[in-house]
């Protein structure tokens, strides 16, 4: 069980387009459809804003989208706002009724 | 309203036990997987671990297997996690969540636990 890999952090401009990968293995990521993203502003508890890898909870505003190739999801971010500010955590199931989290990406609206 | 309360965190010594709870309303309790979380101080989200609404899947981080245990009965809506051997590494805030096997929908506020001598 060894943390999914994020960037430390990542940077846009309002209404710019961001893009946070997430990358794992084949025992994890790879192997299952099952890559999850959440949103954490600070002092707040995590909130879903992605599971399936393309699936969007409702009330999660489209310009959330997600997507995976190989050992590697990613999610993006279409036009910024400065409320997308935060922290981004992926998370693959990883086989065996266990969950896997990245590192965690701070996201900063420039 | 979905909710989900945490309790029984608190500050405990190196090597001793601690059993949080996760009373749930606003759902029907026993349809869904839930799971537990932690963050450290500063740190970053670290799943803990996980049981389907029958108990028959059951699932533990490394870090924990062999010390935590999770358990749940759906009579009392409630969730548990009796955590053993505690470590100072063990110190972080503890969210209970609702979800499926593989995500989580809905998050507590967190019980925090503090391992110190």
């Known amino acids: 069980q060894s943390a999914l890999t994020q960037p430390a952090s990542v940077s846009g401009s309002p209404g710019q387009s961001i893009t946070i990968s997430c990358t794992g293995t084949s025992s994890d990521v790879g192997s299952y459809s099952l890559v999850s993203w959440y949103l954490q502003h600070p002092g707040k508890a995590p909130k879903l804003m992605i599971y399936?890898?393309?699936k969007r909870p409702s009330g999660v505003s489209i310009r959330f989208s997600g997507s995976k190739s190989g050992n590697t999801a990613s999610l993006t971010i279409s036009g910024l706002q400065a409320e997308d500010e935060a922290d981004y955590y992926c998370?693959?199931?990883?086989?065996?009724?266990?969950?896997?989290f990245g590192g965690g990406t701070k996201l900063t609206v420039l | 309203e979905v909710q989900l309360v945490e309790s029984g965190g608190g500050l405990v010594q190196p090597g001793r036990s601690l059993r949080l709870s996760c009373a749930a309303s606003?759902?029907?309790?026993?349809?869904?997987?839930m799971h537990w979380v932690r963050q450290a101080p500063g740190k970053g989200l670290e799943w803990v671990s996980g049981?389907?609404?029958?108990?028959?899947?059951?699932g533990y981080a490394d870090s924990v297997k062999g010390r935590f245990t999770i358990s749940r009965d759906n009579a009392k809506n409630s969730l548990y996690l009796q955590m053993n051997s505690l470590r100072d590494e063990d110190t972080a805030l503890y969210y209970c969540a609702k979800g499926e096997y593989s995500y989580m929908d809905v998050w507590g506020q967190g019980t925090t636990v503090t391992v110190s001598s």
């Open positions: 399936e890898v393309t």
């Open positions: 049981i389907s609404w029958n108990s028959v899947s059951i």
């Open positions: 606003g759902f029907t309790f026993d349809d869904y997987t």
């Open positions: 998370s693959s199931y990883a086989g065996t009724s266990t969950l896997v």
